[in-house]
């Protein structure tokens, strides 16, 4: 592991003061300023350290105090330690960053520190010691003794070394379960906490597009609702923990021509009020996350990073946005280099500030030297940049960073080792993967019946980063620091299973790598399949980074068949006939061949996690009974993309396209090793206003002879609308867990303001009209329907219409013996 070389005193030598003093007292000279500072016991404590006073006050009164300078240094962030050697795990990382000369930099301040855990492998304790001598050094070397604020990736748990790596957001999805996921972000972000974290860059809140695009793993699925609800989970969880959260990327960046990584996008204004945007609006709404992260893309021309429609119109003065807005990564420089809006870094600087980004990420780049230039011929008012600077200062009064002192981080004054990989952690993330495993098809082979010779086939089986996004510490920093290790126990697929069947015989094959294409090992394959009783075949993706994997950030795919010679592999294994279960670890959904007509069974996991083989163990076993559900289609045919189930009906298989792009598996489609049935569907009125509600009710049993659970999804469909809408919409769902014989009668409110939509004039809507509320096992097997009907005048309504419906649940069964 490497240690920061950062040392822990000031530029001078000196070491730090015990109080930095200023004084809002015009009279006051430079001299008798630096008197003041040298001699704190003469004076009082200034406005901007008094707790007592708003956040406002005390942000305002700092501000008055700041040359432009300073003022700007708190508007960017330093990137310590960013690799230079083109493995960039930042888009254009290698072009865009530069020598950062502290001692020139501390003087003037320092807004933001980027990734000091997430660079380079780091013990956990030594990097939070590492961190206070650093801010240390911060404060000292300024005259206000500001702290900068330090940020980190988060989005599968803390990106750092020895941290526990979670499921990724996409089997966050799938479980279904918001609750079990603000459990998760709390971990994360007390851990975050523990070392000198104060924000985490998640979650990431963008709705799947197109399953070519190579972070959908990071997205939580292709449902609004879904990802708005799950997101908002996530949100609470993490600002509990005292983490600020950041919602990125806003917004439309899933939504690239082609699903490639910040390809422009040209959607509609509709497709971006009424799937792009309603996870953003739901989740500062109800969550109040104090950041959000632009995105990379340009919204038909004009880039979001320099959309002041869209940062400040929509995202503050309509929604009530209070927090800061950072920029993603190097995405101010971006406006002048890859978007060519801006002529030169400092009119990028301008485009970005007056738009309603207030801090440039991850480095300082058109946030310094241009942006003062711009300032000195007058490209911008210096009231722009007291705007966005009275919003981080007042983040700073919120996190603690404006008292004095500020108190270290509990793990910089911990002796021996940080443990950021507890127990209790893996415990969760073990829940969290079982949970998350879709079975998608069973014929009856599974749960395996105690098998006395499993063949265990396939490139994902034997791999430990099989399991990770591109976001995980190992697979995102780690591959290129080998010499330190995982840093976290990560089981293979085949050690989970030698655990789970200690009795069975258990044979490993690879067949052919992910992507290497080759089919020379194939042969040896079906050799060892013919030979088995059954045969686990585990395929998939493996995470990278700007093409060095088959998924994850800029590891975009051209179609959605199996990477390399996959697809192959697994038709020779099913020609054998022997029972067949496959096993896929992956960051997409990919066409699965015949697999569907002919494998024993399916399960779909999406990048489980540290401790996913293990789950998926005990699923095959049967010990664990599965119940996630797809947040993602899988679709039928690889090249019918872009497609998800939120279609119209010319967007469906019709008469005129010989392209089908109906889905193999739809979304929210899961099994389990249990029985349900639905029934006794009650409406209490068929009738309601455009400012009313519907209220129904149902009973769900368990049929079957195992506890399980079931995701109750309820649909709106929309017969005849003023503009074309979606055959369905997920608008709730439910998560239920009963007993064998145990049953609920579950009920329902739906408000109509869950039937509105954008109109032709802009405006969202709730219409008069027949509607079908429909309760579904998936997106296309609706198990009971009911057909209601508003009436009244058109209603418009806003962000501030209600966005859930409301459940209640009576238990009427009885458990079986």
Same mark, same amino acid.
């Given at each position: 592991?490497?240690?920061?070389?950062?040392?822990?005193?000031?530029?001078?030598?000196?070491?730090?003061?015990?109080?930095?003093?200023?004084?809002?007292?015009?009279?006051?000279?430079?001299?008798?300023?630096?008197? *003041?500072? &040298?001699?704190?016991?003469?004076?009082?404590?200034?406005?901007?350290?008094?707790?007592?006073?708003?956040?406002?006050?005390?942000?305002?009164?700092?501000?008055?105090?700041?040359?432009? +300078? #300073?003022?700007?240094?708190?508007?960017?962030?330093?990137?310590?330690?960013?690799?230079?050697?083109?493995?960039?795990?930042?888009?254009?990382?290698?072009?865009?960053?530069?020598? /950062?000369?502290?001692?020139?930099?501390?003087?003037?301040?320092?807004?933001?520190?980027?990734?000091?855990?997430?660079?380079?492998?780091?013990?956990?304790?030594?990097?939070?010691?590492?961190?206070?001598?650093?801010?240390?050094?911060?404060?000292?070397?300024?005259?206000?003794?500001?702290?900068?604020?330090?940020?980190?990736?988060?989005?599968?748990?803390? *990106?750092?070394?020895?941290?526990?790596?979670?499921?990724?957001?996409?089997?966050?999805?799938?479980?279904?379960?918001?609750?079990?996921?603000?459990?998760?972000?709390?971990?994360?972000?007390?851990?975050?906490?523990?070392? =000198?974290?104060?924000?985490?860059?998640?979650?990431?809140?963008?709705?799947?597009?197109?399953?070519?695009?190579?972070?959908?793993?990071?997205?939580?699925?292709?449902?609004?609702?879904? /990802?708005?609800?799950?997101?908002?989970?996530?949100?609470?969880?993490?600002?509990?923990?005292?983490?600020?959260?950041?919602?990125?990327?806003?917004?439309?960046?899933?939504?690239?021509?082609?699903?490639?990584?910040?390809?422009?996008?040209?959607?509609?204004?509709?497709?971006?009020?009424d799937v792009l945007l309603p996870p953003f609006e739901m989740v500062v709404r109800e969550a109040r996350p104090r950041s959000v992260m632009n995105a990379y893309t340009d919204l038909d021309g004009v880039p979001t990073a320099a959309d002041h429609?869209?940062?400040?119109?929509?995202?503050?003065?309509?929604?009530?946005?209070?927090?800061?807005?950072?920029?993603?990564?190097?995405?101010?420089?971006?406006?002048?280099?890859?978007?060519?809006?801006?002529?030169?870094?400092?009119?990028?600087?301008?485009?970005?500030?007056?738009?309603?980004?207030?801090?440039?990420?991850? &480095?300082?780049?058109?946030?310094?030297?241009?942006?003062?230039?711009?300032?000195?011929?007058?490209?911008?008012?210096?009231?722009?940049?007291?705007?966005?600077?009275?919003?981080?200062?007042?983040?700073? /009064?919120?996190?603690?960073?404006?008292?004095?002192?500020?108190?270290?981080?509990?793990?910089?004054?911990?002796?021996?080792?940080?443990?950021?990989?507890s127990p209790e952690n893996r415990e969760l993330a073990r829940r969290i993967a079982e949970q998350a495993i879709v079975l998608l098809r069973n014929d009856g082979t599974l749960p395996l019946a105690a098998p006395a010779r499993i063949a265990v086939?396939?490139?994902?089986?034997?791999?430990?980063?099989?399991?990770?996004?591109?976001?995980?510490?190992?697979?995102?920093?780690?591959?290129?620091?080998?010499?330190?290790?995982?840093?976290?126990?990560?089981?293979?697929?085949?050690?989970?299973?030698? %655990?789970?069947?200690? =009795?069975?015989?258990?044979?490993?094959?690879?067949?052919?790598?992910?992507?290497?294409?080759?089919?020379?090992?194939?042969?040896?394959?079906?050799?060892?399949?013919?030979?088995?009783?059954?045969?686990?075949?585990?395929?998939?993706?493996?995470?990278?980074?700007? =093409?060095?994997?088959?998924?994850?950030?800029?590891?975009?795919?051209?179609?959605?068949?199996?990477?390399?010679?996959?697809?192959?592999?697994?038709?020779?294994?099913?020609?054998?006939?022997?029972?067949?279960?496959?096993? !896929?670890?992956?960051?997409?959904?990919?066409?699965?061949?015949?697999?569907?007509?002919?494998?024993?069974?399916?399960?779909?996991?999406?990048?489980?996690?540290?401790?996913?083989?293990?789950?998926?163990? *005990?699923?095959?076993?049967?010990?664990?009974?599965?119940?996630?559900? !797809?947040?993602?289609?899988?679709?039928?045919?690889?090249?019918?993309?872009?497609?998800?189930?939120?279609?119209?009906? !010319?967007?469906?298989?019709?008469?005129?396209?010989?392209?089908?792009?109906?889905?193999?598996?739809?979304?929210?489609?899961?099994?389990?090793?249990?029985?349900?049935?639905?029934?006794?569907?009650?409406?209490? *009125?068929?009738?309601?206003?455009?400012?009313?509600?519907?209220?129904?009710?149902?009973?769900?049993?368990? &049929?079957?002879?195992?506890?399980?659970? %079931?995701?109750?999804?309820?649909?709106?469909?929309?017969?005849?609308?003023?503009?074309?809408?979606?055959?369905?919409?997920?608008?709730?769902?439910?998560?239920?867990?009963?007993?064998?014989?145990?049953?609920?009668?579950?009920?329902?409110?739906?408000?109509?303001?869950?039937?509105?939509?954008?109109?032709?004039?802009?405006?969202?809507?709730? +219409?008069?009209?027949?509607?079908?509320?429909?309760?579904?096992?998936?997106?296309?097997?609706?198990?009971?329907?009911?057909? /209601? #009907? !508003?009436?009244?005048?058109?209603?418009?309504?806003?962000?501030?219409?209600?966005?859930?419906?409301?459940?209640?649940?009576?238990?009427?069964?009885? +458990?079986?013996?």
């Amino acid at each position: 592991m490497t240690e920061p070389t950062i040392t822990d005193t000031a530029t001078d030598g000196t070491t730090r003061s015990t109080t930095a003093m200023t004084t809002t007292d015009p009279t006051m000279t430079e001299a008798t300023m630096t008197e *003041a500072t &040298t001699h704190p016991a003469a004076t009082t404590d200034p406005p901007w350290r008094d707790r007592s006073l708003p956040a406002a006050a005390r942000a305002g009164a700092l501000i008055a105090e700041l040359t432009l +300078e #300073e003022k700007i240094a708190q508007l960017y962030g330093i990137w310590i330690g960013a690799a230079e050697d083109g493995a960039d795990v930042a888009p254009h990382q290698h072009e865009m960053s530069g020598v /950062v000369d502290l001692d020139v930099l501390l003087p003037k301040g320092l807004g933001q520190i980027t990734r000091a855990f997430g660079t380079a492998p780091i013990d956990a304790a030594v990097g939070a010691q590492s961190l206070a001598r650093l801010q240390e050094r911060i404060v000292d070397s300024s005259r206000f003794g500001i702290p900068a604020l330090v940020h980190e990736e988060c989005l599968a748990g803390f *990106a750092a070394y020895g941290a526990t790596a979670y499921p990724v957001p996409l089997s966050w999805g799938a479980t279904f379960d918001p609750g079990l996921i603000e459990r998760m972000s709390r971990r994360i972000g007390e851990d975050m906490r523990s070392v =000198g974290v104060h924000q985490g860059l998640a979650p990431v809140l963008d709705v799947v597009r197109d399953a070519r695009w190579g972070r959908v793993e990071e997205t939580i699925g292709e449902d609004p609702y879904l /990802v708005g609800r799950v997101a908002t989970a996530y949100v609470v969880g993490l600002e509990a923990s005292g983490i600020v959260a950041t919602l990125k990327h806003f917004v439309g960046y899933s939504a690239s021509r082609a699903g490639r990584n910040l390809a422009p996008v040209s959607v509609g204004r509709r497709e971006l009020a009424d799937v792009l945007l309603p996870p953003f609006e739901m989740v500062v709404r109800e969550a109040r996350p104090r950041s959000v992260m632009n995105a990379y893309t340009d919204l038909d021309g004009v880039p979001t990073a320099a959309d002041h429609e869209l940062l400040t119109g929509l995202l503050r003065d309509t929604w009530g946005f209070e927090g800061t807005v950072v920029a993603d990564y190097f995405s101010v420089a971006f406006l002048q280099t890859l978007h060519g809006t801006s002529g030169d870094l400092g009119d990028a600087a301008v485009a970005a500030l007056e738009a309603g980004i207030d801090v440039e990420l991850p &480095t300082v780049q058109a946030f310094g030297d241009p942006l003062r230039a711009a300032v000195a011929d007058g490209r911008i008012d210096e009231a722009v940049i007291d705007r966005a600077l009275l919003r981080v200062l007042e983040q700073k /009064v919120g996190l603690g960073l404006l008292d004095d002192p500020v108190a270290p981080p509990a793990a910089a004054a911990a002796k021996g080792s940080v443990d950021l990989d507890s127990p209790e952690n893996r415990e969760l993330a073990r829940r969290i993967a079982e949970q998350a495993i879709v079975l998608l098809r069973n014929d009856g082979t599974l749960p395996l019946a105690a098998p006395a010779r499993i063949a265990v086939i396939g490139p994902t089986a034997d791999d430990p980063l099989a399991v990770l996004g591109c976001y995980g510490f190992p697979t995102h920093v780690g591959v290129h620091h080998p010499e330190s290790g995982m840093g976290i126990e990560l089981p293979t697929l085949v050690e989970a299973l030698r %655990e789970e069947f200690p =009795g069975a015989e258990i044979a490993l094959a690879s067949g052919t790598s992910i992507d290497g294409g080759e089919t020379d090992g194939i042969a040896a394959s079906v050799d060892l399949a013919a030979s088995a009783d059954v045969v686990v075949l585990a395929l998939g993706d493996r995470a990278g980074l700007f =093409g060095r994997g088959t998924s994850g950030e800029g590891c975009d795919a051209e179609t959605l068949d199996l990477p390399g010679a996959q697809g192959a592999l697994l038709e020779a294994v099913l020609d054998t006939g022997t029972p067949t279960v496959l096993t !896929l670890l992956a960051g997409r959904p990919y066409v699965l061949g015949s697999a569907p007509e002919r494998a024993g069974g399916i399960l779909q996991a999406f990048f489980p996690g540290e401790e996913g083989t293990r789950a998926l163990a *005990a699923i095959l076993s049967g010990r664990v009974n599965p119940s996630g559900r !797809l947040p993602v289609s899988v679709p039928a045919s690889p090249g019918a993309q872009p497609s998800t189930y939120l279609a119209s009906t !010319l967007a469906r298989r019709s008469e005129v396209s010989n392209i089908d792009p109906t889905a193999r598996y739809p979304f929210g489609h899961g099994l389990g090793y249990t029985s349900f049935a639905w029934s006794d569907l009650v409406v209490e *009125a068929a009738e309601a206003t455009t400012d009313g509600r519907f209220r129904l009710s149902l009973t769900v049993e368990n &049929t079957g002879h195992r506890a399980g659970a %079931e995701i109750v999804q309820l649909y709106l469909h929309d017969p005849v609308a003023s503009v074309v809408r979606p055959l369905q919409r997920l608008i709730g769902f439910e998560r239920i867990e009963l007993e064998p014989g145990a049953s609920v009668r579950l009920g329902v409110e739906v408000p109509a303001d869950l039937a509105s939509f954008t109109g032709r004039d802009g405006l969202r809507i709730v +219409e008069p009209g027949a509607l079908v509320l429909g309760f579904g096992r998936s997106s296309a097997d609706l198990s009971l329907t009911a057909a /209601v #009907e !508003l009436t009244g005048p058109v209603r418009v309504v806003d962000h501030t219409r209600e966005l859930h419906p409301v459940w209640n649940a009576e238990r009427i069964g009885t +458990e079986a013996p």
